[in-house]
């Protein structure tokens, strides 16, 4: 082989650094998420556009507030069955599925909730609705005008559905992207909404 | 280029600064943070729409209202048991028993969940179908019947009062045996009293209306009646301050909430009462008007009267001796009771839960009839019946001889432990089987070890219950019974109650599993069994059985939607005398028509020194006065000491077992640092005895012993050992089991002579030091 | 945006002159607050119960002996000196804070780190740590609470005056467009008490009974001679009973101490 | 040697039985928040506070003479207080979120104040260290690294002054952490601002007695190796700083204890008796404060006595038992006094696993301090003093 200058091999050196700086830079940015977060199934897919359409009341028509203040949340089949007879009433699959699967034995459907704070976080619809007046988009994004249900994907370690954390692996945005602490505390703060912790933990 | 030493470190560490600015790191600390917050092996109970329904404890009579959560995919569960604030008597609050009631119902160590059948051959335990357990216990029961032994079958309930127990009286009456035991209770004693003296029953204490009360051996606010209608009692007396008085001989938690507490002997509590009427009949403080109605009390043709006997017997010096109340506190508390214008005198169980003394009980009804309470606001009231039905014609109860020897007694009562020893010495006959139904008498007692005795005697044994109980693990058959939550049934006025009172449970959510309603086992055995038994209880169900029972309440969806029925108003100024004589008794009439009979029957024999009464003064026998305990006289050199029982809310009601939660609030005088019970004794008597704080012992008597470590209490009388109840079971998994050790396991019961039920409230017992564990 | 609609201050009255230690309080509190339990509770110092219903006697020999009951939740002490609450200020982990609405001293156990400063700082033992992983899978689970998260090993605990029930009756108020009122919010241990001896509502709040009760001459506080400034108030006619609530040198009179620690 | 890594063996059981099957594998208890670790914690960081107190005097002071040996106190230094945050990570409940304490903290808590400034203190320790390892023979080969050292050493003084700064701090702070806790009338002292007099004080004791440490661990490792390793008028100098700094702190911890004794405890109807009761008797106090600070100080502040190296090192092993005794009577006892009246006194005894960690700690220490003297330029007066030989 060649001898090389000392200084040559410096930089040789130095740009094997470079490439290991780099590599392992993208694969930290690249394999983070791939190791963290895992797919999960939606039992069938659901348009929540082609159902704003049939509602005469907006997403209250299936998730409204309880009398005794609680929300109502994914409604249930029994909700669903107040438009849906026995038959389906579209053509596509997903709504066989759900009639023949579902409607059929009043099987509850394993939706996947992107929105699901941890057990011990007490979220409240019925102040930020009633009296912060906030639009369901302001956390919920466009989920409501939605064609179909995103892809659902939860942290293995931490269980959250990453829509929490965000999808950007550096936990950027704000909400609707992201739906964590920080975020909802900032809100709080910005409205003077005061902010002892048990506004917001059980 | 090479790629030696050099350049491989320069890469490796270019690759480590890489990954440690990629969000790798935080991200994972961040998650596996998370990760220590959301364990999963803590549970996240599934949240849903909140509903609530009423229902009612039948074992604390508590009229509660049930919490439930539905979730969308895991369905509706019970979340909590709170109070229901409507219901007239229990007003929202609750006991430890009936805000945990749900642990009893969820615990997979508690519950039974399905029939069980003991292998004849092995001993071992077998899950079988309802099916062949059904046939099993009605092939054995028929094939007795076939051999003429109906008579010989045992059936042993708790609580008297309910639609199951009526069912129970109809099935051994149309099977043919008379042997149908409940829990003996002080509701007995007291409704013999005040049929004897005022020839009424279901006699109640207006404890609210009252405004100077004193309480005569009875654990008002440790285990009397509803325990919830008691406590709002005592919070109406101290909000309009009204004075109370507890005589008992132990500082217990009812002589500590009392504003005087009276430390008598043990045992002689009947005796102030009469030292009190007696100070009230010498200064004429008294209802002058119904004593001069009244029969026998003044001195009459058959012999002196009751003011004779209190004027001569129970002058204060007397009863002092008698009680070691000091003279002068015992004439302050008559005074303030003749003082007062509704002052009121309450007896009821004692501390250990025991039916009371008949002689007692009438004495406190000779004061209250004294002060003239009878029918009188903060008085004795007598109830209005509860609007119920019969569930069917009135059927004859077999006549063959008891095994309690209940028939030849004075009057008749049915006595479970006489039942028991009845049955262990097989007199008059061998028992065939035992049926027990919702209750746990190899726990509760009376004197567990002779239960136990009856048990292995009986060649079956059937146990209808919600759990896996003490009883039950013993039994060959096992019915699994729905607890209240889930199932039809009712409840009954508790003791002492001023009025009427009306429970009604439902089931509430269908829960999984194969139990039925305890009405339901006995309706499914009843229809298996035929015959007689089958039309006797010719029921679908618990729900039409209610449905008949309670058609004068009015709506049966809204009472059960309700859960209750309470009288409306008490009955005040509504007293009639409805003795023989149509006039208060001081002197029993009744009684002595009694004697008489017995009289006839002994011939010349002395039948009188058998019921404890003196020869010579055989007049008392029909009235009021005290008669020293039969335990009392049983100390001896042997069992130099006297054992009763430490009752409390927290360690169990009724015949239920503690649930998790109610062990935990128990404190370390009760059970102490690795599951040790901890009794009382005086530190005098601990002295004389050699023991010390935390000494471990055992407490032996004839019956029985129990292991326990000692606890110096000054509150505890000399010459005494008290015991928490409730504890030391063998049953019901580890939350419950070999956590201190069983009173009834110790007891020596006694028969109070009279009225023929059994005593338990003290037991003559030895202490010896036995290793103990630290006591923290 | 939501302006924050009046100030409280909850606090309550325990008559000990009622309580007779039947302990349904403290197991209401369990069962609303998902308290576990483990098979063996017997080691006290061990035994998370938020609601502790202590048990006293006035040490007299017989036939002079007492006992009484003192049931000690949390007191959500305010402390003195602008809410300087004992075992708020040693948190590192800021989980725990005192609600400037309610009053309430609130214990969040995802973020407590459990180091057990704040157990050392409160001189009520009302604070309580996780010291075991409770076993719950064997059907205790199923009557567990929604609104109150079970804690996990190795995080402190203590008694939140039932917080989430000021959750839901605020909810409840907000969708009904009202206030909430006296009995909208009550804890479950005074709506549990069977002898009514724990009064609990606004301090702060004329029409509330606590407001009049805290007030009368034998209401005081335990150990309040140290500054905590607690939120419970206890009654007694019983002189005995009161000095024990409390340290007083011999010859000093509680109703006549100035409070001020 | 292998007789400590027999008792890190021990610890790594120890330590594995908390961690997995949690703290319920101490003796400690809702009484006792704290047990022996805190004790021991607080015992070491007060003893590690040579480090900084040696590298103010020496850097920021200019007391040339103790160049020869701070070296070894900020070894000692980072021992303490490594174990110290090891210990403390499995003295938490939550050691996998124990990083909420910085990312959440609450600014009034001492403990954060304590959590903020150990780590960064152990940050500054280590950097302190690097020139000792860079001065290994192998590796100052490393041209590269070799100028490191030089520059590090140049900047050092900043070091110091960050280092003095914070421990001046955190050191309080711990004195701190017992003194806010008013609800603890044994631990509760007023003071001056936001920080109790213990806040002073802990800073007292901790530069007393950490010279004294330092000092004490070099003659034990002298008399272990039977070399003489730091010249006799270092150690006498760092003696006479002990004794002189503990002097002050015994009149002002006498002053500190005749106030809370005699003013403040009457003043919450507590008598002081109730606070010595049971198995802490008043000889605590006389423990603490008459063999643990009077007469170390007296004996430091003679000159004789300095002179021997025999009662030297005895003043020193005293004054570094008062700290510690202070340290555990602040931990121990305030939490064993029962606060509410009708509570009674219970004892606390750690478990072996407790006492498996602590015992590790100290071997950890005894291990790291052979290899760094072994391996390090520790002591620069060796060559030296040793040439005789």
């Known amino acids: 082989m060649q001898e090389k200058s000392k200084k040559e091999r410096s930089h040789a050196d130095w740009a094997m650094f470079a490439v290991g700086f780099f590599l392992f830079l993208g694969i930290g940015f690249w394999v983070t998420p791939k190791i963290l977060y895992a797919e999960k199934p939606q039992p069938f897919q659901f348009s929540h556009a082609l159902h704003m359409k049939q509602v005469a009341e907006g997403c209250n028509s299936c998730h409204w507030l309880r009398e005794d203040g609680s929300f109502s949340g994914i409604p249930g089949v029994d909700v669903c069955a107040e438009c849906h007879e026995g038959e389906p009433m579209g053509q596509t699959p997903e709504e066989k599925v759900f009639t023949t699967q579902y409607m059929a034995s009043f099987k509850p459907i394993p939706w996947q909730k992107y929105s699901k704070q941890p057990d011990c976080v007490f979220f409240s619809h019925a102040p930020h609705l009633k009296k912060g007046k906030l639009e369901c988009a302001k956390c919920h994004g466009a989920h409501g005008e939605s064609e179909e249900l995103r892809k659902y994907e939860y942290n293995r370690i931490s269980t959250y559905s990453r829509d929490i954390w965000g999808w950007s692996i550096l936990g950027l945005g704000s909400p609707p992207e992201r739906m964590k602490m920080d975020d909802c505390a900032a809100c709080h703060r910005e409205h003077g909404v005061r902010d002892a912790c048990f506004v917001c933990h059980k | 280029m090479e790629w030696d030493r050099r350049t491989f470190v320069k890469f490796a560490v270019g690759a480590a600064l890489g990954l440690g600015a990629s969000p790798l790191a935080p991200k994972l600390t961040d998650d596996v943070a998370i990760w220590t917050q959301n364990w999963s092996w803590v549970p996240e109970p599934a949240d849903g729409e909140v509903a609530f329904a009423n229902s009612v404890n039948p074992a604390t009579g508590t009229g509660v209202k049930v919490r439930m959560v539905a979730n969308r995919t895991k369905g509706q569960r019970f979340i909590r048991v709170e109070g229901n604030p409507d219901h007239p008597l229990s007003r929202g609050g609750v006991t430890p028993a009936d805000a945990t009631a749900l642990q009893l119902h969820y615990s997979d160590a508690y519950r039974v969940r399905a029939p069980q059948w003991r292998e004849p051959a092995t001993g071992a335990p077998r899950r079988v179908s309802w099916d062949k357990a059904l046939n099993y216990v009605a092939g054995e029961l028929k094939k007795l019947k076939d051999q003429g032994k109906e008579h010989t079958v045992v059936m042993l309930g708790d609580d008297p009062k309910t639609a199951e127990s009526e069912l129970m009286m109809r099935f051994m009456a149309s099977y043919g045996s008379p042997n149908l035991a409940f829990t003996p209770s002080a509701a007995q004693t007291w409704d013999l009293a005040c049929v004897l003296m005022s020839g009424n029953y279901d ?311 194969e139990a039925k309603a305890t009405g339901d086992c006995l309706l499914a055995l009843a229809k298996v069994m035929g015959g007689e038994v089958a039309k006797a209880l010719d029921f679908d169900n618990m729900e039409k059985v209610l449905k008949t029972k309670c058609a004068d309440m009015g709506d049966f969806r809204k009472l059960a939607e309700k859960g209750y029925w309470v009288q409306e108003k008490p009955l005040i100024g509504k007293f ?89 609030v128990l404190s370390d005088e009760t059970l102490a640092y690795k599951n040790n019970l901890v009794v009382e004794i005086n530190p005098a008597t601990a002295a004389e005895l050699g023991l010390a704080e935390d000494d471990g012992i055992a407490i032996e008597s004839a019956s029985g012993e129990i292991k326990a470590i000692v606890h110096l209490f000054e509150g505890a009388a000399p010459g005494m050992v008290f015991v928490p109840m409730g504890l030391g079971h063998t049953a019901f998994g580890e939350y419950l089991k070999d956590k201190g050790d069983n009173f009834q396991k110790a007891v020596m019961v006694t028969t109070d002579a009279m009225s023929g039920l059994p005593q338990w409230g003290l037991s003559p017992v030895r202490v010896k030091k036995a290793k103990g564990a630290a006591h923290v | 945006m939501s302006s924050s609609k009046g100030k409280h201050k909850y606090g309550m009255v325990i008559d000990l002159d009622k309580c007779t230690g039947c302990g349904a309080c403290s197991v209401a509190c369990m069962s609303e607050n998902n308290i576990g339990v483990l098979p063996d509770e017997t080691d006290k110092i061990r035994s998370i119960t938020w609601l502790r219903v202590y048990q006293i006697d006035n040490g007299k020999a017989y036939p002079e002996t007492e006992v009484a009951f003192i049931p000690r939740p949390c007191q959500h002490c305010e402390g003195s000196h602008g809410h300087h609450t004992p075992c708020v200020s040693v948190c590192p982990a800021t989980a725990t804070d005192y609600d400037e609405e309610t009053g309430i001293v609130s214990q969040v156990p995802t973020r407590c780190i459990g180091c057990r400063y704040c157990v050392a700082a409160c001189p009520y033992h009302a604070r309580y740590f996780n010291w075991y992983d409770v076993p719950w899978n064997n059907g205790l689970d199923k009557p567990l609470s929604p609104f109150v998260s079970p804690r996990m090993r190795g995080t402190v605990e203590k008694c939140t005056f039932c917080f989430h029930r000021y959750q839901q009756a605020k909810n409840k108020a907000i969708v009904e467009e009202t206030e909430i009122g006296e009995m909208d919010y009550q804890t479950a241990c005074t709506e549990a008490c069977p002898s009514g001896a724990i009064t609990f509502g606004d301090l702060l709040n004329p029409e509330h009974k606590v407001h009049e009760l805290a007030q009368e001459d034998n209401a005081f506080r335990l150990l309040e001679r140290l500054g905590t400034n607690p939120k419970v108030y206890y009654r007694t006619d019983r002189e005995w009973v009161r000095r024990q609530l409390d340290n007083y040198l011999p010859g000093e009179q509680p109703d006549r101490v100035k409070v001020g620690g | 040697m292998l007789f400590c890594f027999g008792l890190l063996a021990w610890a790594a059981v120890s330590a594995f039985l908390c961690l997995y099957k949690g703290l319920n594998q101490t003796n400690m208890n809702d009484y006792y928040a704290f047990g022996v670790w805190i004790v021991v914690d607080l015992a070491i960081i007060a003893l590690g506070a040579g480090a900084f107190f040696t590298g103010f005097l020496t850097y920021l002071l200019r007391k040339e003479e103790l160049k020869n040996i701070i070296n070894a106190a900020v070894i000692i230094g980072f021992i303490c207080y490594s174990g110290a945050i090891g210990m403390l990570g499995i003295d938490i409940g939550q050691p996998i979120r124990g990083w909420f304490g910085f990312w959440h903290a609450n600014v009034h808590s001492m403990l954060t104040e304590v959590m903020f400034c150990i780590t960064t203190y152990l940050i500054v320790l280590i950097i302190e260290f690097l020139p000792i390892i860079l001065e290994n023979r192998q590796i100052e080969k490393v041209p590269e690294l070799g100028g490191f050292a030089h520059h590090l050493h140049r900047i050092m003084i900043v070091f110091a002054a960050t280092g003095t700064f914070l421990s001046f701090f955190h050191q309080g702070s711990l004195g701190g952490m017992y003194g806010v806790l008013y609800g603890r009338p044994f631990a509760f002292r007023t003071g001056f601002a936001i920080w109790p007099w213990t806040f002073f004080l802990f800073i007292l004791s901790a530069i007393a007695c950490g010279p004294s440490f330092t000092t004490l661990i070099v003659m034990i490792t002298e008399k272990a190796t039977g070399k003489k390793l730091v010249s006799h008028d270092v150690k006498m100098l760092m003696g006479k700083i002990s004794g002189g700094l503990l002097a002050v702190y015994v009149v002002l911890k006498g002053a500190d204890t005749l106030y809370w004794a005699f003013v403040q405890t009457p003043g919450t109807g507590t008598q002081l008796s109730h606070f010595y009761q049971q198995s802490y008797g008043y000889w605590l106090l006389f423990a603490e404060l008459g063999l643990g600070a009077v007469i170390p100080a007296l004996m430091l502040l003679t000159p004789a006595v300095r002179k021997s190296y025999g009662l030297l090192a005895l003043a020193m092993a005293l004054n570094c038992f008062g700290a510690v005794m202070n340290r555990f009577v602040q931990t121990i006892q305030t939490l064993a006094i029962p606060v509410l009246p009708f509570e009674s006194f219970i004892t606390y005894m750690p478990t072996w696993q407790e006492w498996g960690i602590t015992a590790g700690v100290i071997a950890y220490g005894m291990v790291i301090f052979s290899l760094t003297y072994r391996y390090l330029p520790v002591f620069p007066q060796e060559r030296k003093l040793n040439q005789a030989q």
């Open chain 2, 203 to 513: 006699i109640g204490f207006d404890l609210e209306g009252a405004e100077y009360v004193v309480s005569f051996g009875t654990p008002l606010f440790e285990g009397f009646g509803a325990p919830v209608a008691t406590r709002k009692a005592l919070s109406a007396w101290r909000d309009n301050d009204v004075k109370f008085v507890q005589v008992e001989p132990r500082a217990s938690v009812t002589a500590g909430r009392a504003n005087t507490w009276l430390a008598c002997k043990p045992g002689t509590e009947g005796a102030v009462a009469l030292g009190i009427a007696s100070a009230l009949v010498k200064e004429g403080a008294y209802d002058k008007d119904l004593a001069s109605q009244a029969l026998g009390f003044e001195d009459g043709g058959d012999g002196p009267g009751f003011k004779a006997l209190l004027l001569n017997d129970y002058t204060p010096e007397k009863v002092a001796a008698i009680t070691g109340v000091p003279k002068d506190k015992l004439l302050k508390v008559a005074k303030a009771f003749a003082k007062a214008p509704k002052a009121l005198a309450v007896c009821g169980p004692d501390n250990s839960g025991d039916p009371g003394r008949l002689y007692d009980f009438m004495a406190v009804l000779a004061l209250n009839m004294l002060k003239g309470n009878l029918g009188k606001e903060g008085g004795l009231l007598v109830r209005q019946p509860l609007p119920v039905n019969p569930l069917g014609e009135q059927l004859k109860v077999s006549a063959k001889p008891r095994l309690d020897g209940g028939h030849e007694k004075p009057l008749a009562v049915t006595n479970l432990a006489a039942l028991a020893e009845g049955a262990v010495k097989g007199d008059p006959y061998k028992p065939g089987a035992v049926i027990i139904v919702g209750s746990n008498p190899l726990f509760t007692g009376p004197q567990a070890n002779l239960i136990r005795e009856m048990l292995d005697k009986a060649p079956l044994v059937v146990a209808v219950t919600p759990f896996m109980d003490e009883t039950a693990q013993l039994a060959d058959v096992v019915l699994p019974a729905k607890t209240f939550l889930e199932s039809w049934g009712d409840s009954g006025t508790a003791y002492g109650s001023p009025v009427s009172a009306y429970g009604i449970h439902k089931p509430l959510i269908a829960e999984p599993g």
């Open chain 2, 576 to 664: 009639c005398f409805s003795t023989s004589s149509g006039r208060p008794e001081f002197k029993s009439s009744g009684l002595e028509i009694v004697l008489m009979r017995m009289a006839e029957k002994a011939g010349n024999k002395d039948f009188l020194a058998g019921l404890g009464i003196d020869p010579k003064k055989a007049d008392l026998a029909a009235m009021p006065h005290y008669q020293k305990p039969q335990a009392l006289a049983k100390v001896d050199k042997k069992y130099p000491l006297l054992m009763a029982g430490i009752p409390s809310l927290r360690t169990a009601q009724a015949s239920l077992p503690a649930s998790p939660y109610m062990m935990k």
